[in-house]
């Protein structure tokens, strides 16, 4: 079993949904990023979460630490959120990667 | 902030040729600093990571090395590539928990 697993792997979601992308760890974790791929590869960090909930714009991360479980939610989604999002946990002294969640937005 | 360069974007070479990819860091000194390979279709995987200047750990064995000559350069090198080590590199920096990355470099060995 991975170490960090996020769901779901695909998403297609019609323009304007609520989008929610979850990820679950199983290791004593000092904090959580949330990251964005683009379909070119780049990749553009998110949030950086170690307790509570964070908000950017239509993007909300939260996470619970004793439920080692933490959300990412895209509100109002727009074609342009189509990406990879990936959860990345930093666990004793390293970075640990989900496989990341493909979304696809039809406009 | 952190920024980190990386070049080249795109990188195709024949097999059995070398490789150097560099990565520089602005905006702070002293930073963890991480190489990764993405091969098409799965995550990113830690190929080298480097905590200071010629302090150099690796994660896998592989057909390639690192080096970290300057405190702000990491460079990631191959004396003769092979078709396997075809994929997206991603340089990364590290300061606290805080993690900075690359735009990458999608390198194709034909």
């Known amino acids: 079993k991975n170490e960090v697993e996020q769901s779901p792997q695909n998403l297609t979601a019609q323009e304007g949904e609520f989008i929610t992308i979850n990820c679950s760890y199983s290791v004593g974790i000092s904090a959580l990023h949330w990251l964005q791929q683009h379909p070119g590869g780049g990749i553009v960090s998110l949030f950086m979460l170690s307790s509570g909930k964070k908000k950017h714009g239509r993007l909300i991360a939260t996470i619970n630490i004793q439920e080692k479980h933490s959300s990412l939610h895209i509100t109002a989604s727009h074609p342009r959120d189509s990406a990879v999002y990936i959860c990345a946990v930093y666990s004793n002294y390293q970075l640990i990667w989900g496989a990341g969640t493909k979304l696809i937005i039809k406009p | 902030s952190q920024t980190i360069h990386q070049w080249p974007a795109t990188l195709v070479q024949p097999v059995g040729s070398p490789l150097s990819l560099e990565c520089t860091v602005e905006g702070t000194s002293n930073p963890n600093l991480y190489w990764y390979r993405q091969a098409a279709g799965r995550g990113l995987q830690l190929l080298f990571y480097s905590v200071g200047i010629g302090q150099i750990s690796s994660e896998v064995p592989q057909n390639l090395s690192a080096s970290r000559p300057q405190d702000r350069q990491f460079i990631l090198s191959s004396k003769k590539l092979l078709l396997s080590d075809s994929g997206f590199y991603l340089c990364?920096?590290?300061?606290?928990?805080?993690?900075?990355f690359g735009s990458g470099t999608r390198l194709t060995v034909v």
């Open positions: 990364a920096g590290q300061v606290n928990y805080g993690y900075t």
